[in-house]
């Protein structure tokens, strides 16, 4: 690669190589650049209103009807299959109808919502913003010698 030091080291080597000509050599070199549009990254928070559930202990009264119903139905249906008649059933459906009702009417512990709190929710999101940069593109030597102009682009 070729560096600024190494054109200027020429032209100040033909300028002196050159004293017959008694002929000042002048040389410059010129940087050039360019604009570029680079996406710089950055982080914010997004955030909204949700609702939360709030959740509770409670104690849940059993329901003896509903649970008879469900037995008998189960019941009937063991009883029908176990059998193959409808006196097998008939038997199946009181016996169901008991074990539920029995066991249907104990109350129920369990976790429910009681109900809702307001709160903010926030998420870290990244979004990119345009940013304008110069930046060094190449560079150029230019001199004069004998009356003729030379120019060479190079990279530093």
């Known amino acids: 690669m070729i560096t600024k030091a190494t054109y200027v080291c020429a032209a100040l080597t033909i300028a002196i190589a050159s004293p017959a000509f008694a002929e000042t050599v002048n040389a ?37 009807a509903e649970g008879a119903l469900l037995g008998m139905l189960l019941g009937g249906l063991a009883g029908k299959g176990v059998t193959g008649d409808d006196g097998g059933a008939a038997a199946g459906a009181v016996i169901g109808g008991i074990i539920g009702a029995d066991r249907a009417s104990k109350p129920r512990r369990g976790r429910h919502i009681i109900g809702y709190e307001t709160v903010r929710d926030c998420t870290k999101v990244t979004r990119y913003k345009q940013e304008k940069q110069t930046v060094y593109d190449y560079s150029i030597i230019s001199w004069t010698q004998n009356g003729t102009t030379y120019s060479e682009t190079f990279k530093k």
């Open 28 to 64: 410059k070199i010129e940087d050039r650049y360019e604009v570029r549009y680079i996406d710089v990254p950055y982080t914010t928070q997004d955030c909204v209103m949700v609702d939360k559930p709030i959740y509770g202990n409670s104690l849940k009264e059993g329901n003896a």
